[in-house]
């Protein structure tokens, strides 16, 4: 008995989903056609919003022209039925046109769905996203004003679904639309509004402000709810089946001998270091745009790179282009699938510095194609390479505290203090860990650990220091257990990937 219950219930799921992708289907194949759209209300319908003269002129005129040019423009080319959505989404491939009228009749065609004539309260699982990302309604509310305020000229404002699933209000020029692929870090628009006069200037003229305060009244959420529910669900799916390639495997751990291994490649290869550090760089800006920020847009004088990620401030991901264990981790994991797809796997060792620059830009064109399973919050890959930075610094941190608190000691407990932190000062004093004052003249520092010092020859050569670059401070600091030396920066010589000292660099030793 139970058991016909269950599969009654089963059965009843089944239909469910497949009622529920049928209308997906649907929905989104009314989405791609390129037909001219039904106005689904009256012209006189939008009072609220827009005058009925307006929205004769818009839809009659300028909307069924685009059509009309786009149609007359694509049967000129060849290929015949393509969907509206998929030339947009590969608008590059297209002549300028095509762009604009493809945008037109795509950006309209949306606009006239996300029209309403009765007035409507924010809703649905749009609102709360909403809500979670910009606090509130009215912030959002403010934020999209702003935004179309400072649209200078002919153009849009949307409110788009990143390929992050995170929400984020931009603006685009002319008929552009963010999901063409020649628009960076776009997304899927689920709200729009038409800022070219053609749409405004009959009933507001000049106040353009008026208008867009007025669009609130006139959004239909039943519709934005449905675009974002459905890109939404579309990118869950993707997620999963993407995860399902990448994470068959288990990510790798790195031995020390791996590890090693990948910092003497990059210090005898500087070119393959460049190649693989702006890599990094660019795909860290590509998967999390929302928390990517430029030189001194996050706060004063603070460097580009991702914030608020796993909490807040400066993210321990930057460290990600100089950490030699998480390449090791990249190799290995990007290694296993090569190994699953019976293709040729990644490999440094044995080969000529031409040869593993060309083996660099092979992997580094590998990692751009799986960035976005890679860079999965949820992916095995990624949670093993948080987990290392993480360590790594928090590794870091407590060499800095035990070596400042040993240099308190020496030098007085009011002159040295730590100023390296993720997101801290660090930024305004680049690399500077430490500052310690000394007869009223401020030194900066950067502190490392080591593992062994090697007297020979009139120098000193440190071994094991964690990563090996230089950097601007006045002083380089050593410590291990209760032992710190204090180098001379300027007299620091980087040979074989090891800072070497002439003996005369030395400035302090200090056991504790
Ligand atoms: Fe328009």
Redesign the pocket.
């Known amino acids: 008995m139970k058991n016909l219950k269950n599969k009654i219930h089963l059965l009843e799921e089944e239909i469910q989903t497949r009622e529920k992708n049928k209308e997906k289907k649907l929905f989104l194949m009314e989405m791609k056609k390129i037909g001219i759209e039904r106005l689904p209300y009256a012209f006189s319908a939008l009072k609220q919003f827009i005058d009925p003269e307006t929205m004769s002129y818009?839809y009659n005129k300028?909307y069924k022209g685009y059509v009309d040019k786009l149609n007359d423009a694509l049967q000129k080319k060849k290929g015949g039925d393509v969907e509206l959505e998929e030339i947009i989404r590969n608008i590059s491939k297209y002549d300028k046109t095509i762009r604009n009228n493809a945008g037109g009749a795509f950006n309209?065609a949306l606009f006239w769905k996300m029209l309403s004539p009765q007035t409507q309260r924010p809703k649905g699982d749009v609102l709360s996203h909403i809500e979670k990302e910009f606090g509130n309604f009215n912030n959002f509310k403010k934020k999209f004003e702003q935004v179309a305020k400072e649209r200078f000229g002919s153009g849009w404002v949307w409110l788009v679904l990143t390929k992050r699933n995170s929400l984020k209000i931009m603006s685009t020029t002319n008929q552009d639309n963010p999901l063409m692929n020649v628009i960076e870090n776009g997304g899927y628009p689920i709200l729009g509004l038409?800022l070219?006069e053609?749409?405004y200037y009959l009933k507001y003229r000049n106040k353009r402000d008026m208008y867009i305060k007025n669009f609130w009244k006139a959004v239909n959420w039943d519709f934005v709810n449905q675009l974002y529910d459905t890109r939404k669900k579309d990118k869950v799916n993707e997620t999963k089946k993407l995860q399902s390639v990448i994470l068959e495997g288990k990510s790798q751990r790195c031995s020390k001998d791996d590890t090693k291994k990948i910092k003497e490649l990059f210090n005898k290869n500087p070119t393959v270091k460049r190649i693989y550090q702006s890599t990094i760089q660019r795909v860290l800006k590509d998967i999390f745009p929302e928390h990517y920020y430029d030189k001194g847009e996050y706060s004063e004088g603070q460097q580009s790179g991702i914030y608020d990620f796993e909490g807040d401030g400066r993210s321990v991901i930057n460290k990600l282009n100089t950490n030699y264990t998480c390449f090791c981790i990249l190799l290995n994991d990007i290694n296993q699938v090569m190994e699953r797809s019976k293709k040729k796997k990644f490999n440094f060792e044995n080969k000529t510095p031409e040869e593993q620059i060309e083996e660099v830009k092979r992997f580094v064109n590998t990692l751009k194609y799986f960035q976005s399973r890679i860079f999965d919050r949820n992916s095995n890959t990624f949670e093993n390479i948080m987990t290392t930075l993480t360590q790594t610094h928090e590794r870091g941190a407590k060499t800095e505290e035990i070596a400042t608190a040993i240099m308190k000691k020496k030098f007085g407990r009011d002159n040295v203090r730590i100023v390296g932190e993720l997101g801290g000062s660090i930024d305004m004093f680049e690399d500077t860990d430490a500052i310690i004052k000394i007869d009223g003249k401020e030194y900066t520092a950067q502190i490392k650990p080591f593992g062994q010092i090697i007297e020979e020859d009139d120098k000193f050569i440190m071994v094991d220091t964690g990563q090996v670059k230089p950097n601007k401070t006045d002083w380089l600091v050593f410590q291990k257990g209760k032992l710190v030396f204090v180098f001379d920066n300027l007299l620091t010589d980087i040979v074989d990937g090891k800072f070497t000292f002439p003996t005369s660099a030395l400035l302090y030793t200090i056991e504790s």
């Open positions: 818009h300028h309209h038409d070219w053609h749409a």
